[in-house]
Structure formats: C-alpha cells, structure tokens
C-alpha cells in the first residue's frame, strides 16, 4: 500500500496495521449515498475517518435552508469535538455519495497504549497530521464564504481549487445547489453570477468543469 504523510497509516507496515486497528477498537461501516452518517449531538464517540466515497457536514436552518459546512473525502476526518464550542444542533454528515468510514474510540487515541506499540505513537501523529489538513480545509472556506460579493466568493473558491490541483482547469466537487449552499449563496443569483463571468471571459464552465481564463 502506497501512503503518503496525510495518510492514517503512513509510516506504519501493512502487518502491523491490522494488530493496530484492534488496539484502538476500531471499526468500519458504508452508507448509501443521502444516508446520515451521525449527528453532531449525539454522544462524543471519537473520531470517524474517510476511507472511501464523500459526504458533506450540513447544517440545517430553522427557516428550512442548509448550509455545508464540509466536504469530506477520502483520508478526511471528522468527529463532535471538532465543533465543540459550536452549537451542534441540526448538524449532520450525510453521505454525497456510497462511502465508508473508519472510526477510533477517542479514548485510544489520547491514552498510552499498556504495549507502547511503536505503531500507535505513529497513528496519533499521523492523526495530529490529518488535523491540521483539516485546519487548512476549513481556513480556505472561511476565506471563501467571508468575501462580501457572490463574484468574489466564487473566486476565491476556485482559486482554491485551482491551487489544489495544480492547473487552471479543475471539477467543482458539489452539484451547483451544493455549491451554493457550501458557499452560502441564492443559487440563482450564483447561476447568474456564473453566466456573467462565463461572458465577460473570466472563466469557461461547462457542467462542473471550470477553467480560469488567466489573462496576461
């Protein structure tokens, strides 16, 4: 298995992972896609882990809209205590699309394991790695949604995009209703927004694909 430092199991072998897993109690279940994987004010049970698929953290208003405070995909995490002084009602993580999640009693992570296994000083560094993408994640969508205009937040969210993927050309990982409420946005004031700057040359959208037109 290929790992990289943002990967649960970099610097761990593939014989050790099992005997690992056991050791923090971890487990794995998939969901279907639209399926609520938890609620945020449920019982803290640790913290759960992307292996395969997506899912989003959504945070649904009193007045009936929602908000997608996250976009989670493989190798991300998430847990209550990631929202601790949040207010966790009406947050959910449901799945965008069929994935599976690993999760880690909280407990194991934080408390020496009584073998002083090598591998667990491993994981919770690996761990403490893969917080501090999330940290990064969710810098880079205040700086998105904090933008007083719908033109600058779409920007700075594909500048975003753009610089994650290395190229001018890059796919918007939501639907377009998604988009909006990921940003915080009238989606029909964002699709008009889209249009106007398709036409001024700014951008080339087609579906979910979109080029910047970076003008020298």
């Known amino acids: 298995m290929n790992t990289t430092k943002h990967d649960l199991f970099y610097g761990i072998k593939e014989s050790e992972q099992s005997e ?14 639209g399926k609520v994987i938890c609620f945020f004010d449920e019982p803290d049970a640790g913290i759960g882990i992307v292996e395969e698929g997506e899912a989003c953290i959504i945070h649904s208003l009193s007045n009936g809209s929602q908000t997608i405070l996250e976009h989670l995909k493989p190798g991300d995490l998430f847990g209550q205590m990631f929202y601790y002084h949040a207010n966790r009602e009406n947050i959910t993580l449901e799945a965008s699309k069929k994935c599976t999640i690993r999760y880690i009693d909280y407990q194991h992570i934080v408390k020496r394991c009584i073998k002083s296994c090598q591998h667990h000083s491993q994981l919770v560094s690996n761990i403490l790695m893969m917080v501090s993408d999330k940290t990064k ?27 994650k993927n290395n190229s001018n050309t890059f796919t918007i990982p939501f639907t377009m209703s998604s988009l909006a409420d990921y940003l915080s946005i009238d989606r029909s004031a964002m699709s008009r927004e889209l249009g106007k700057m398709k036409d001024e040359g700014l951008i080339y959208i087609e579906k979910r694909e979109v080029t910047i037109n970076r003008f020298k």
């Open 137 to 163: 994640d969710i810098c880079e969508h205040l700086e998105a949604v904090s933008q007083r205009s719908i033109r600058d937040k779409l920007m700075t969210y594909f500048e975003t995009l753009s610089s």
């Open 20 to 33: 690992m897993l056991k050791c923090f109690n971890s487990y794995t279940r998939s969901y279907s896609a």
